[in-house]
């Protein structure tokens, strides 16, 4: 193989990992994002659940910390639903407190 051919070689390596790697970070990117919406998601059923949607007169106050307990409660319960695992560790992590 002579010099000219290795280098070929080579440079065809980096673009290669180059492209791999932008190939994983996109994915990595797209996870990220769809793990976001299903966030927002599981959010607005958490407070459509908990009555606080549509046509709701505008919270007091008073009431507000209620309800963001309430829609948080609701949240996490539907988010153990989705990755019992992950809500098994913040389990642990509340106790270890």
Known sequence: MTEHEHEG???????EDSLEQALELDT??????????QNL???K???EVAGLSGQHPPIKSGDLK????NIWDLY???Y??????ESEGDEEEEFEE
């Open 9 to 15: 070689d080579h440079e065809h390596d980096e673009a």
């Open 28 to 37: 990595q990117s797209q996870i990220f994002l769809e793990m976001r919406r």
């Open 41 to 43: 998601d599981l959010l």
């Open 45 to 47: 059923l958490s407070i």
């Open 66 to 69: 209620v309800a963001v307990k």
């Open 76 to 78: 996490s319960e539907f």
């Open 80 to 85: 153990s639903w989705i990755d019992p695992e």
